[in-house]
């Protein structure tokens, strides 16, 4: 019989950001701050963070020495386990990207500015994307994600309260340097829930940066331990 080559498994991951202390929701890989390349997913693609100013790895979690509670939170408390998928993933889970931002923060790994990338192979991906923030606090927030250099969430400022503050969006992008990158630039105080990639056979968009003229916006360093 003539020989059948087996088709390479279809590139789908799931990340949760997160801290270290509760598990991830079901299917979802666990992501609390590490350097990348500390952590795999099932299907062995290095992923996790690395500081903008030099893209060197660099660990953000709590286990990075004087690194505090890390930039990793989770915001339902001991009302995590009883929560659904989706309450988990939209908001109660998340990791601090700016925390250059933070003054309480300065002196420690975390108080460098982050941003995540995943190595994966060359091609069209869907990219769902979450950021946020569950709870309320004194900090200005105005949350940016950018993909591949494609503005997902461009300066969402939350409103109301628990989870009409978070949000979320889905675009196809393309991978065509064997990583995928998420950075915050242009937010202040970004944080970061989750992440779902898939192979996608959809045409994906142009790469660009939403910019506003004049800037409605002022990065200052912020007082907060949130």
Request: aromatic share 8%.
């Amino acid at each position: 019989a003539a020989c059948q080559s087996r088709r390479p498994k279809a590139v789908a991951v799931k990340v949760n950001f997160m801290n270290e202390g509760n598990t991830a929701p079901a299917g979802y890989e666990k992501d609390f701050g590490q350097a990348f390349g500390t952590n795999q997913t099932q299907d062995g693609y290095d992923y996790g963070w690395k500081k903008v100013a030099d893209d060197q790895p660099i660990d953000v979690s709590n286990l990075a020495p004087g690194n505090n509670n890390g930039s990793g939170r989770n915001r339902l408390g001991n009302g995590y386990a009883s929560a659904t998928t989706q309450e988990q993933l939209e908001g109660s889970l998340l990791l601090h990207m700016q925390g250059n931002l933070l003054a309480s923060w300065a002196g420690q790994p975390r108080s460098n500015e982050v941003y995540w990338e995943i190595s994966i192979p060359y091609g069209t991906y869907e990219v769902k994307i979450g950021a946020g923030d569950y709870s309320t606090g004194s900090d200005p927030e105005v949350h940016t994600l950018n993909v591949e250099g494609i503005s997902f969430i461009s300066t969402h400022i939350p409103q109301g309260s628990n989870f009409a503050r978070v949000t979320d969006n889905t675009l196809v992008v393309n991978v065509s340097d064997g990583t995928l990158t998420v950075n915050a630039f242009g937010g202040i105080n970004t944080k970061i829930t989750y992440i779902e990639i898939t192979e996608s056979t959809d045409f994906p968009i142009a790469a660009g940066i939403l910019s506003f003229d004049p800037s409605p916006l002022v990065a200052s360093v912020t007082t907060g331990e949130s």
